[in-house]
């Protein structure tokens, strides 16, 4: 049984920066790819990045891209978020998953969460 455990997150001002990890136990990680997903409050949870086993491709939600950059150590078994020139919009619970790349989205593939990061952007 895969388990996930994010952190990383904290309080940032607005064009601050956090680095986000994912740290994932069981099952064969470096088969897997691997996604971000955040929840703001009152909103549905929404997808931000995706990596694929080997880190050849990688897919960003058009909000975040060219702000925040995704990685991943197959050795470690933890999957990164590198977000940068946050914005108070960013503010959010932040879940990584193992992830299906589908030809037009990502999903995750399974309805288990674990227990997220909140990132809260805020002068």
């Known amino acids: 049984q895969v388990q996930l455990v994010e952190s990383g997150g904290g309080l940032v001002q607005p064009g601050g920066s956090l680095t986000l990890s994912c740290v994932v136990s069981?099952?064969?990680?470096?088969?897997?790819?691997m996604g971000w997903f955040r929840q703001a409050p009152g909103k549905e949870r929404a997808f931000v990045s995706a990596?694929?086993?080997?880190?050849?491709?990688?897919f960003y939600a058009e909000r975040v891209n060219g702000r925040f950059t995704i990685s991943r150590d197959n050795g470690k078994r933890t999957v990164y978020l590198q977000m940068n020139r946050l914005r108070p919009d960013d503010t959010a619970v932040y879940y990584c998953h193992t992830v299906h790349l589908g030809p037009t989205k990502v999903s995750p593939t399974a309805d288990s969460w674990g227990q997220g990061t909140q990132v809260t952007v805020s002068s």
């Open positions: 990596i694929n086993w080997n880190s050849t491709h990688v």
């Open positions: 069981g099952g064969l990680f470096a088969t897997y790819a």
